[in-house]
């Protein structure tokens, strides 16, 4: 199937300094693209990769499970950790849970996170009745583009498949699982008004991680899909201000990128 117009991942070579960005479940590097662009124009490495099923039609994400896509942003991990010096992660959604399992499995090898609106939890009644309806129902009404900036769509899917969304759901038990091995420093910017993922799940993260640099930042003018709605230039400069204080060598490698 062709990839969806705008939803094509996203590979920019820059310096020693290197960003994975995760995009969240049955949406695209679309969401991310901003964020990546920002940071490449700033002279990092940066990698956006489309995770399998997602950004071409709901019903190919009926064919994989939370290990297909934990397995594309691993295998770009490792491809920037040979790259690059120093590696930082971020992610949206479930972008975030992805995250965070890098940064439980991978330890030193990742130098900061930044998290924003992460999914910790299916929640509901309807989280309890996945495991039966997935094989009665193909799918079900869609979560994309929670946006409050007017004019502003994400490049998603309309449908939620179930087989996937009940995958998600025993995925997110697993990080929640693995979540006191998070010790890098930790960024986490949350919407209050979020209609996809409340903010209890933010502050199940935050309550669970062994990361002891930590920041909490609120997004009070944002829906979920915060990295395209007004916050967005917001999430970019903390994102950069944090690598920044972290990885020195970043703002060396701007000075040598917009000077050239």
Not at 146 to 172: C, M, N, Q, W
Not at 217 to 227: G, R
């Amino acid at each position: 199937m062709p990839v969806l117009p705008g939803a094509e991942p996203y590979r920019h070579e820059g310096g020693e300094v290197g960003v994975l960005l995760c995009h969240g479940f049955t949406g695209s590097p679309q969401s991310l693209r901003p964020w990546a662009e920002y940071l490449a124009e700033r002279g990092l490495t940066v990698s956006l990769p489309l995770l399998p099923g997602h950004g071409t039609r709901w019903e190919d994400m009926q064919l994989t499970t939370w290990h297909d896509w934990y397995a594309e942003v691993d295998r770009a991990l490792q491809e920037l950790l040979a790259r690059c010096e120093t590696v930082f992660v971020f992610g949206l959604s479930m972008g975030g849970a992805l995250t965070l399992r890098l940064a439980a499995r991978h330890g030193d090898a990742i130098r900061g996170i930044v998290l924003v609106n992460p999914g910790n939890k299916v929640h509901g009644l309807a989280a309890h009745a996945l495991p039966v309806a997935r094989h009665l129902v193909a799918s079900t009404k869609g979560i994309a583009s929670d946006i409050a900036k007017e004019g502003v769509t994400e490049v998603g899917y309309d449908r939620v498949p179930l087989h996937a969304a009940h995958s998600l759901r025993r995925f997110f038990q697993v990080v929640d699982a693995e979540l006191p091995q998070v010790t890098q420093p930790l960024v986490l910017l949350h919407s209050p008004q979020d209609h996809v993922v409340p903010p209890a799940d933010s502050a199940r993260v935050l309550s669970r991680v062994s990361s002891t640099d930590v920041t909490e930042i609120l997004l009070e003018q944002s829906y979920h899909v915060a990295t395209l709605d007004h916050d967005a230039e917001r999430i970019f400069e903390e994102s950069w201000a944090f690598v920044g204080r972290l990885a020195p060598l970043a703002a060396d490698e701007k000075g040598s990128t917009s000077g050239g």
